[in-house]
């Protein structure tokens, strides 16, 4: 079992990091392999709205891009893990540019033919919904205001994976960063922690319904 964590803040060292760790901590505590993507160390440029990543080559599990840069090494080890968590401070009641960027390339990992003109690309590879997902949101406002402050960076995730046919199973908005006591922080890393083990156990759950599935239709 692979999970990768991908950081949209640009303080490695920061209270989202933390979190992001804390999950694929727990994952590992439950015997998954995790691996940590921190953006702002990666060469992710802008999509350019062509196309020619989605439009052609249906073939290929990655669409080909034309920008060179790292998002097709990321992309080859996204296609590879079996869950996924997503961590970002909230930027203007939305998630960072460096996240918003990161999710806007994923469009690579989409077909839609040419003559289907008006409708949503669909996902080169199929997850079936085996995939899962977990997701953490930071802000300065306190915990009271997660609608109005979390719930927006949620939904970004949360428009992006149902298409590539991702699961999300549990997310977590840790408020008032700013002034976060010692205490109240272990106590969100906990949390953290216990929805990366979430995110382990669902994924090996669809694992097995996955096989016991096959089993039956023998």
């Not at 998630?95 to 469009?107: G, N, Q």
């Not at 969100?188 to 599935?213: D, M």
Request: with cysteine; glycine share 8%; charged share 25%.
């Amino acid at each position: 079992m692979l999970i990768l964590g991908f950081l949209g803040s640009p303080r490695i060292k920061g209270t989202c990091a933390r979190l992001l760790q804390s999950a694929l901590d727990g994952a590992a505590s439950c015997g998954a392999e995790v691996k940590r993507f921190d953006l702002i160390t990666c060469n992710i440029q802008y999509c350019r709205g062509c196309g020619t990543c989605f439009l052609n080559n249906p073939e290929l599990t990655i669409g080909k891009c034309p920008l060179k840069d790292d998002m097709h090494a990321i992309l080859e080890q996204y296609v590879r893990a079996d869950g996924y968590v997503f961590a970002s401070p909230v930027y203007d009641v939305f998630v960072t540019a460096l996240m918003k960027t990161f999710l806007e390339r994923k469009i690579m990992l989409t077909y839609r033919p040419k003559d289907e003109h008006g409708t949503i690309p669909g996902p080169r590879v199929p997850a079936e919904f085996k995939k899962k997902a977990t997701l953490i949101v930071t802000g300065n406002c306190g915990d009271e205001l997660e609608e109005v402050m979390g719930d927006p960076c949620f939904e970004a995730w949360q428009a992006h994976l149902p298409i590539e046919q991702v699961d999300t199973v549990g997310q977590l908005y840790v408020g008032g960063v700013e002034r976060l006591a010692d205490s109240t922080l272990a106590e969100k890393c906990k949390k953290a922690f216990q929805n990366g083990r979430l995110l382990a156990g669902a994924i090996e759950a669809a694992v097995h319904e996955k096989w016991n599935s096959r089993y039956r239709s023998a």
